[in-house]
């Protein structure tokens, strides 16, 4: 098989590579914290969950899938103990999610985990390296989606 440098050797690698490693990072010490069941796919529905809860039709437009797809990702959530599905005040017809006391807790020890991998982190580059990574970031993401 031939090699295709051209193919593996640009700025989404080192962007895929790097949010890969701080994943990992960020899965491996939610698991330590006693979250050992919470999957990246989980991830998915729970960031889209606000503190006052949010319909599951805004989660799945959110995301971008199906209302079933959401649904059923939801579903595995709540039988786990990581959200409580009510019914909607503002809509009879629409189910909120909101976290549940074990959702809150895993919420809150990703607040922690977040904290300390910026500080790893911190301990390679310099404030003014952070700073300056933080707006390439931002003018790489800004670029691409200008498409």
Do not use: C
């Not at 098989?1 to 895929?16: F, K, Q, R, S, T």
């Not at 729970?46 to 990702?73: C, H, M």
């Amino acid at each position: 098989m031939e090699d295709h440098p051209a193919l593996i050797d640009h700025v989404g690698v080192d962007l895929w590579q790097t949010s890969r490693a701080y994943e990992a990072a960020m899965y491996a010490a939610i698991a330590e914290a006693g979250f050992d069941d919470l999957t990246l796919a989980d991830s998915d529905v729970l960031v889209f969950v606000g503190p006052n809860g949010t319909r599951a039709s805004d989660i799945a437009k959110g995301r971008a899938i199906t209302k079933q797809a959401v649904q059923e990702q939801i579903a595995r959530l709540v039988k786990r103990g990581y959200l409580d599905v009510t019914p909607d005040p503002e809509d009879r017809r629409a189910k909120r999610v909101t976290l549940s006391a074990k959702g809150r807790a895993m919420a809150q020890a990703f607040v922690s985990i977040k904290e300390g991998l910026h500080a790893q982190v911190g301990q390679v580059l310099n404030e003014t390296e952070m700073a300056k990574l933080r707006e390439l970031l931002s003018k790489t993401r800004s670029a691409l989606s200008k498409g």
